[in-house]
């Protein structure tokens, strides 16, 4: 059996398993992704990072590498189960039964950092689908010197449009409205370079399998203009998946659940960590999320080994090379 099964590979959940490999408890990390990284490869993989501490700045990507490489040392005590995601959470006496469309999992306790749930895109709203209409983007590379239209208007669109500048023939970035959700100073850089085209909404996508011509309508005229294109970059945004929550007796809201000091949530032996997770002066950084996964872990350990919370050490005396 399991001392703690760890729900979620992002940064929160790979750093939590790395602190129980040094912690001697028998784990695993279960992640419904094919990959890790959670948000950070699903939205953007390739962007720079500047607050994470010790990094003037570091691609997603990159940082989840080096996550999974610290967590290497302890590969053959601490599996990363991929494509699973938690189904069923049931507890029977002193232990949980966790059931996923693959396995079933018993452990004396869980850690949550699923960075509040599951995420979908908002799509574009066309009948058709278009193999080259994109919600994410796994690798710049293949933007090289093509037509690329970027539709949204806040910090992910402009964010995305400046990057992809360096790749593409050419960016066009398409916004509902004049006015932009994003940093003013994004935006500026990005018309440096890029074309801006507001107020304009989506008309229509024209092409086979591939679109080829992005249909636009002026908000305030009506005029339609037509763009051509290679790929269509969509970022409207996006929409938890409903929350499992409820189902599992784990108290929260809008799919953040409560913890208390110790990172535990209402269930006894049920804690959480990260995005996810919600409790009064709690600031969403990648950081923070990996100070409660500390918590956590030093909770559990001290839990199932009530005598080892008089003899804490650090990785300095913990790990000899």
Do not use: C
Request: aromatic share 10%; no cysteine; proline share 3%.
């Amino acid at each position: 059996m399991l001392e703690v099964l760890i729900i979620g590979a992002g940064p929160t959940g790979l750093y939590a398993a790395f602190l129980a490999g040094l912690r001697k408890l028998n784990a695993a990390v279960i992640e419904s992704a094919g990959e890790p990284g959670g948000q950070l490869t699903a939205v953007y993989k390739d962007k720079f990072i500047y607050d994470i501490p010790g990094f003037p700045k570091v691609t997603a990507k990159l940082y989840i590498d080096e996550q999974v490489k610290q967590l290497e040392r302890f590969k053959s005590d601490i599996p990363v189960y991929y494509g699973e995601e938690a189904m069923e959470i049931t507890k029977v006496e002193d232990y949980f039964i966790v059931k996923t469309e693959k396995s079933v999992y018993e452990t004396k306790t869980i850690l949550i950092a699923h960075g509040g749930g599951g995420f979908v895109p908002q799509k574009l709203k066309i009948d058709k689908h278009f193999e080259n209409i994109l919600y994410f983007v796994k690798d710049l590379n293949v933007f090289k010197d093509k037509h690329v239209a970027v539709l949204g208007g806040g910090d992910s669109a402009l964010d995305w449009a400046v990057s992809l500048l360096d790749y593409a023939k050419d960016v066009t970035l398409v916004h509902r409205r004049n006015e932009f959700r994003a940093l003013p100073t994004t935006v500026d850089e990005f018309k440096e370079r890029g074309t801006i085209l507001t107020p304009y909404l989506i008309d229509g996508v024209n092409g086979e399998k591939l679109a080829t011509e992005l249909v636009l309508k002026n908000v305030q005229t009506g005029e339609q203009l037509t763009l051509n294109v290679d790929y269509i970059l969509v970022n409207y945004g996006f929409l938890l998946s409903k929350s499992k929550l409820e189902e599992w007796g784990i108290k929260g809201e809008k799919g953040l659940i409560e913890v208390d000091y110790l990172m535990q949530t209402n269930v006894e032996g049920i804690y959480a960590a990260g995005n996810g997770v919600s409790y009064p002066g709690k600031v969403k950084l990648i950081s923070t999320g990996q100070g409660e996964a500390a918590t956590a872990i030093q909770s559990i350990t001290t839990k199932l080994y009530p005598e080892r919370n008089k003899n804490f050490e650090h990785s300095t005396s913990l790990i000899k090379e």
